[in-house]
């Protein structure tokens, strides 16, 4: 199968580094401590409120953290908190406000509770843009090569490919390709899961129809 979208495909991904500092202590004497756990899991719940609240309704947008590291025991409150997560956007305008929003409303927050905050902001890769005309060429290409049942139009994805730098100085064409077959464990399984493999085979598919779309746009 292959997979094609005309316009923006892939989102901006930025990455999101969040130090919650407070004091540590005795889990006994919380009283005697800033406990940047509570601080933290407020932060996240928070900040989730930006997605829902703060973003215009219809406008793709994702925040997602995947590491939380308090480092303390049963019974010892630490004095920091790290938080790593990622933000998906499609609109460059809105993604530039966030840059200034999410680091200025964590920062409120977290003092307003005792603590300090380091936010660190890293811009990452740009949305994917493909082309509408290299791209209904290259469809074409794909139906001819692996027939119109097995190429699809899709929707955007919140994933992010660095792919998208190159969209952005040239037109580009980035196509899906399936990777998934019931004789391969694992390779229906979803993206970063432990499980996770692909189809090796397909990867003949795809050097083919790069190649097959390369000599078509020379013609």
Excluded at 5 to 14: L, Y
Excluded at 43 to 50: C, D, I, N, P, R
Excluded at 157 to 175: I, L, Q
Aim: hydrophobic content about 45%; charged content about 20%.
């Amino acid at each position: 199968m292959l997979g094609f979208r005309s316009g923006p495909f892939m989102a901006a991904a930025d990455e999101m580094y969040l130090t919650v500092k407070g004091l540590g202590g005795h889990a006994g004497s919380p009283h005697l401590c800033i406990d940047p756990v509570i601080i933290a899991a407020h932060l996240l719940v928070s900040l989730q409120q930006v997605v829902s609240r703060r973003n215009k309704p219809g406008r793709p947008m994702v925040m997602s953290f995947g590491k939380v590291i308090a480092n303390g025991a049963t019974n010892i409150i630490p004095d920091q908190v790290t938080i790593d997560g990622t933000l998906r956007t499609f609109d460059e305008g809105w993604r530039a406000e966030l840059h200034d929003l999410l680091p200025r409303m964590a920062g409120e927050l977290v003092r307003s509770m005792g603590g300090e905050l380091d936010f660190r902001l890293v811009k990452g890769s740009p949305v994917v843009k493909n082309d509408p005309e290299l791209n209904a060429r290259i469809r074409a290409v794909a139906v001819d090569y692996v027939g119109a049942e097995n190429v699809v139009d899709m929707d955007i994805r919140m994933g992010a490919e660095d792919f998208a730098y190159y969209t952005h100085v040239m037109p580009g064409c980035f196509f899906r390709l399936g990777t998934g077959n019931p004789d391969v464990p694992g390779s229906r399984s979803g993206l970063h899961r432990e499980e996770f493999d692909v189809d090796e085979n397909a990867m003949v598919l795809g050097a083919g129809l790069m190649a097959a779309g390369a000599l078509s746009e020379l013609r």
